[in-house]
């Protein structure tokens, strides 16, 4: 459902029975930039609402080839905003203003915002726009908190970035997993963080209920293992923005055969970079059906 400025909530967070998730929906495309950057015409962030109390956005690939998605959650009594995408000049990326047109709808709920990683300057360009902003709160060393019947577990998940964080939402069962793990090309800078990291997802996800987990890129396209070239900005044929609990499995498995060693774990859905260069491509595994014949290397 896409939703606009001026209806952009229905409702805030609202208490669950036992063992229940709030509905939400995934199904949706994303809008995927234009061969000539200069001549989109697409919104400079894209809004959608997964449910009410529940907004993706994601930045215009045309503006910025990482297009990296910020997530804003809502309770009854505050509201959390998950990262802060790749540009600062809010003429480009108006962030600031769509989270005041969506908190406008929800009694002005005091915003709290936080990083997947304070390290990652993809995701926090936009986090100056709020210098000044009434009622707005910075995190730096996150914990645990509560939103008003909707409470974020932070979960520590070094690996990606030495300063990682995952954040789990018991109200929709979403776990934010920022660059540690998404549908794109996987950049490992401690393969025993990384490992412990999903050890430690791997455990939470037993006991806890997990719908889906949303990182903080698409990068893959939608055919196996292929995935867009760096500075793409024209995907569209891309991979879904949600995995499954499952990949963390996959991942943790492959990551395990490849720590130590300067190699890629190509996957269907993500490919693991541990100790190579951007450009190291890795051989292509057996299991996955053959590389297309395209016009182009997606690879």
């Given at each position: ?170 109200y929709t069962g979403l776990l934010f997993t920022g660059d540690l793990l998404f549908p794109g090309r996987i950049h490992i800078s401690n393969d025993a963080d990384y ?87 890795g051989d292509w595994p057996a299991d996955l059906p053959p590389v297309p014949v395209a016009p182009f290397n997606l690879r």
């Open positions: 459902m896409t939703i606009t400025r001026r209806a952009l909530f229905a409702a805030a967070a609202l208490p669950l029975k036992a063992n229940t998730l709030a509905p939400g929906s995934l199904r949706f495309k994303w809008n995927y930039g234009s061969i000539c950057a200069a001549r989109n015409r697409d919104p400079r962030i894209q809004v959608i609402a997964y449910n009410p109390s529940t907004i993706v956005m994601r930045q215009n690939v045309a503006v910025h080839w990482e297009a990296p998605f910020t997530y804003l959650l809502a309770g009854t009594e505050k509201a959390l905003l998950i990262d802060t995408g790749a540009t600062p000049e809010p003429n480009y990326y108006p962030l600031r203003t769509t989270i005041d047109g969506l908190l406008s709808n929800l009694r002005n709920l005091p915003l709290t915002i936080a990083h997947t990683s304070a390290e990652d300057i993809a995701l926090n360009q936009g986090v100056s726009q709020f210098k000044g902003r009434p009622n707005t709160t910075i995190l730096t060393k996150p914990t645990t908190f509560d939103l008003g019947n909707r409470v974020i577990t932070i979960i520590p998940t070094p690996g990606a970035h030495k300063d990682g964080i995952t954040f789990y939402d018991r490992i412990r990291s999903l050890e430690t997802l791997e455990a939470f996800v037993k006991s806890n209920p997990v719908r889906w987990l949303l990182g903080a890129h698409i990068e893959m396209t939608a055919v196996p293992g292929i995935h867009y070239p760096m500075r793409t900005n024209f995907k569209p044929n891309e991979h879904a923005l949600q995995l499954e609990p499952e990949a963390i499995g996959e991942a943790l498995q492959h990551a395990r055969r490849i720590q130590g060693k300067s190699e890629v774990a190509i996957r269907a859905e993500f490919h693991l970079l541990n100790r190579v260069g951007v450009d190291h491509r």
